[in-house]
């Protein structure tokens, strides 16, 4: 590396500067133990001052016990010092003097941190996890070697900037077959993951006072993401048909948010009439529908139910897909598909965020290993492992459940990876029941966390626990409900 | 992969269901030629019908010429149709019908656009453009394939928030030694690139109304960027020393963006002086600097400049670095240092813009490779390399200017990957030369596209030229140039 040094060439004592200014570096901890120096040709170039004066100034170092050489290897700082009265510690601590308060543009969701370390729970019923011990990672590295192998300039260029080609087609292909959404490649624009196509929504259609409806209980985070954007977020109830369609607001040019195969987190579906009730509603009132579809490929009973934007006659609807559940949420890779009308609007919106230059967000391997993994078929072998293991977890958890505690009221589990429990009248409140399980070093969840902003529905959800299931084996499972229910 | 089927029950002749429902999604394109059908029991499952319900549609659609069965392989779509009436043309043609015009948040920068197709330009001395030749794909791949060999779970984990925690440790280390930044790991957030930094520091510290100071000449998407948050945009002039500070604004909470280390686009440096007061002037208004260090590593002569950060000694300084130039802009790999009391509000602000589960945007592969990459320093050797390289064609357009034009009035180019010539007052406007260079189909380019809004300063920005060098071969160099002389 090149050393941040300056060198007042009229100055006296060129070598005394180099010393000076290195061992400078060496004891405020820039340059750290073990740090390897550049070269002394390199820095006499870098530095136009004589190679020997760098030579002299390393010599003076070295025996001073700053930096040592190693044969051939060239010269690294000490790991020993000559002093200890040195002072190693590193980072700015004038920094620590300045501490304004922040004004967020949204604020802090603290109230999500929870009151025992994760570390602390040895049996999570976490929400949105999945197993990463189900993925397959030798073909997954095989593939990635494979296209390793002939990257060529693919891995430093920028790319397309609605991502690769290959991998649109194939999306293309894969969501006609198994969505029934009829689409091109240029329809799709390839996102690091839905949080990121959400922001890209979030630019074509909400500014100051659109108003935004979503389910409630719903996403929180998502909540928080329009309101940065200025939206006025109207909760909309939610039975098990889903959305309660006559309760969307009427304003004009709005946004509907909606997980239309499985609304998270109650785990309903969207009924066929609502779902045409959510389109009409759209037309009629001149707004956007943004559907995110999560979790549908982990499915253990029937079919997928129709995507709206399958339904979608009048370019009302942006589809938001995602890995993240699938495959895992480190992949980070997701897609939009978008009316064709919109699709240079969200690229520009896309650039705003992330690209800069008229490249995609995501990295070129990523995409290329993701394209072959559905093409070779990989993908659906490993849907095919990931719903008969996490089949038999939602099974066991039922069981235990009704195993340990009695009758139990679950909302059906036909997909995803989670359940919900509607508790009996005489227990205590779910979020009562979430400490007295953290102090089991079990962690359950509750409705809270997914509260939207509506007070008036606090109250009434406190009577629903959420239990994930996909993360943990069966012997845990068991236990952690066995625990569960002692406590009680 | 699952069909989206859906099956009643309680009608008659589920086969004709099966076979109607999967003759549809062939001849409406949603299911291509060659696609590969699910199995007949996998299928029979997921719809709750016997196989033989399945086997038998199956057979129909064969018999007339929808599926063909290959043996062993399963069953696929035929290339082949029955029929030429058979609309394979895939994509919602009713999409077509809805061309409402979208408001976005900033308007499309379409004057961006070339007037001359990029692929019609033989000879592009485009900015920020660097050669994807020079990068080490072979040491890339081999660390690559060493980090497969260990992934265990990490390819599909979510990570932590701020990034892998190598890399940060390993950056802190670089940034002490070769920028004389002093931070711990703790203080960096990794991210994928500048433009979601920006979008980051933006959330910190703009909204409606907030003045951002940006150079002038500028980065005009980065002025886009800020606007979309609702600042109001104050250009500041530059001079050969930077920035001009004392016309820096003096409202209250504002942020300035600076490129202290080679000013963007006019490629000077800003003077020790001005840093000073630079770094003063934030802390009497109570402003921020975000300081964006794109290609200080792509320095020709003397060492890089102290950034403001390592002179910041009140937190005022959010300090950007980035790998586009240095490897490429398809890493999408970019990281940020904050004073220590904005991290935690910053970690905030990426979850918003991409994020979402507590992870880092950036794949966990391409952090783990870019810390072995600088580790074992193939970086530094690779920094050596295209050094070396762009100094060559630097120097290469410098004689060719020299030679086919004359003498020639061109800032000093210490660092970076284009240079700024000021064109003798008998040539025509640098708008004029672009367009007649387009028509030799030759890229040059004008500080029009950097214009960030000042009406004032468009008439004098007229005079220069900005020739982008690093991409080019020293043939091309000298073919480009000479083309542009005969072209006067």
Chains 1, 2 share one sequence.
Not at 32 to 52: D, F, H, I, Y
Request: proline content about 6%; glycine content about 8%.
């Amino acid at each position: 590396m090149q050393l941040a040094l300056e060198i007042d060439l009229s100055a006296a004592s060129l070598q005394n500067q180099v010393f000076k200014q290195i061992h400078g570096l060496i004891v405020s901890g820039r340059l750290k133990p073990g740090a390897r120096l550049p070269g002394t040709r390199a820095l006499s170039e870098q530095l136009g001052v004589s190679r020997n004066t760098i030579i002299l100034a390393y010599e003076t170092l070295t025996s001073e016990g700053y930096l040592e050489s190693r044969e051939g290897a060239g010269t690294y700082v000490s790991t020993t010092f000559p002093d200890n009265s040195l002072s190693v510690a590193s980072g700015s601590n004038h920094d620590a003097t300045y501490h304004k308060p922040v004004h967020l543009f949204v604020p802090v969701a603290d109230d999500k941190k929870r009151s025992v370390p994760p570390s602390e729970i040895v049996c999570d019923f976490a929400l949105e996890s999945t197993d990463p011990a189900c993925f397959p990672r030798s073909v997954w590295r095989r593939l990635t070697n494979w296209r390793m192998q002939s990257s060529k300039f693919n891995l430093t260029y920028s790319g397309t900037p609605k991502g690769l080609r290959e991998l649109r087609e194939t999306l293309a292909a894969y969501l006609g077959a198994s969505r029934g959404i009829s689409c091109t490649p240029d329809q799709i624009v390839i996102v690091t993951g839905v949080q990121q196509a959400l922001n890209v929504a979030a630019h074509l259609f909400v500014r100051a006072g659109t108003t935004v409806a979503m389910e409630a209980p719903g996403c929180r985070t998502t909540a928080d993401l329009f309101r940065a954007y200025g939206a006025h977020i109207a909760p909309v109830p939610v039975d098990q048909s889903g959305i309660v369609v006559r309760h969307l607001p009427q304003s004009r040019n709005g946004v509907a948010f909606a997980t239309s195969a499985r609304q998270y987190p109650m785990g309903v579906m969207l009924s066929a009439s609502r779902r045409d009730i959510l389109l009409n509603w759209a037309d009629q009132t001149d707004s956007h529908i943004i559907e995110v579809d999560f979790d549908t490929e982990i499915r253990y009973q029937g079919s997928p139910p129709p995507p709206l934007k399958s339904l979608d006659t009048h370019g009302r609807v942006v589809y938001v897909g995602s890995f993240a559940a699938s495959i895992g949420p480190g992949l980070r890779v997701g897609y939009m598909v978008l009316p064709p009308h919109l699709v240079d609007p969200a690229v520009h919106a896309a650039s705003l965020l992330d690209h800069g230059f008229p490249c995609t967000g995501v990295p070129w391997l990523e995409q290329a290993v993701l394209n072959d993994f559905i093409e070779t078929g990989a993908f659906e072998k490993h849907l095919r492992k990931i719903r008969k293991t996490y089949m038999a977890r939602r099974d066991c958890l039922i069981l235990a459940l009704q195993k340990h505690i009695g009758s139990v009221q679950i909302n059906p589990v036909h997909c995803g990876t989670h359940l919900v429990w509607e508790l009996p009248p005489d227990f205590p409140s779910a979020v009562k029941l979430q400490t007295l399980m953290l102090k089991q070093q079990i962690g359950v969840y509750t409705l809270r966390d997914q509260n939207i902003g509506d007070a008036d529905y606090l109250e009434n959800c406190d009577r629903y626990l959420l239990l994930g299931f996909a993360a943990l084996s069966e012997t845990a499972i068991e236990e952690g409900i066995s625990r569960l229910a002692k406590a009680l």
